[in-house]
């Protein structure tokens, strides 16, 4: 599981996921009107039934609003709120209305997001133990900005936004993108700009807490 | 909304999501043991959700399992029979254990193919406008198999069935298909055994409710 190679691929399987539902979101409106009120409701309705069928036993599977032990995560804070204010006003057509919507499409994207970012947690594992020399030592000093580039991997990052750009023109194109919306830029700057730095905040916050301290 | 032209744009839109899931919802395994009850309670709850945001408000969204007045179709039965018989054992790796899977997406798919076939109603509505003198003659002599002939374009059923092969063939080869599952084939299959006739059963049933009683 922590094998970089075996994670990429989960992580390249999300990204045809993350893609085709966000345009495909996008073909239908949405009430502007208490939307994030009436998501966040069905959301933790949803999340209640989820942790039934142990939807959350995986440490890449974190509930939103749901309370649960050791399952807490600022950065679903984060990705609740991108959402609302970023993604999907800027691919739906707004209406004033309170229309009948399809909240099982925005449960279903906010888990993939969530899902794909905090499965950097597999990355950061992956990583340091391939050199934990260095960064169990800038660990140790509290070095975030150290650690913040040891795993930086520019080149990759790089591949993976002109990757995901290609592959959102493909969708786009299958799905008949009625607002011709430029996709292939949306999701390039959605990656550049939000998923890729979650994600690394998620592997710095995982690195950070194998600080060995005095009592070990 | 009851244009046929529209209808059909519904239709192919529809069928983008439910070739997409489907071939998505196979890169994932499915616990065998309990998996129709436990899909069965994951659905019902969320059904009692979804309730509360009107999204059976529309026809073509008919609950499988909670009882809603005037919301009731024995197709649901069919849909959810064949989806756990034919569907998920085809695409799916099938395990023993009882792992944690991912009912959303098992849901998302029955909620894609029972609204994709009871979108039949608006293709009976406004099949029976644009004839409606033809029609109501076989509908008062209970003609079903009259009405089934007339309401049958072996022409269209083709092109689409051509057309689900094709966008099946794009979208298995965009999602790395491990099990090297003819998606071609499964789909026209889906659309040739499955969803068109039980579309045409939709739309013969709701012709079949127009019959001008003695009371009338």
Redesign the interface.
Known sequence: MYNLDTIRKLL??LE??II?SII?RG?HNYPIENFAT?LK??CT??E???Q????F??PENIPFFIDLPNKKSIINDEIFNYYITSIAPQICYITNHSL?????KD??IL?LLSKRIHSGLFVAISKFQSDTERYQSLIDKNNSNGIMTLLTDLKTEDAVIERVGK?AE??AN???NYQNINYKNFFKKLYFEFIIPLTKEVELNYLLSLKTGLDS
């Open positions: 390249i399987e045809d996921t085709f495909e073909r009436n409701i069905f309705t949803y209640q039934n989820a039934i069928f142990d939807y036993n995986t009948t919507t399809d909240y099982l449960v279903n888990n592959k493909i969708y299958m799905l008949n």
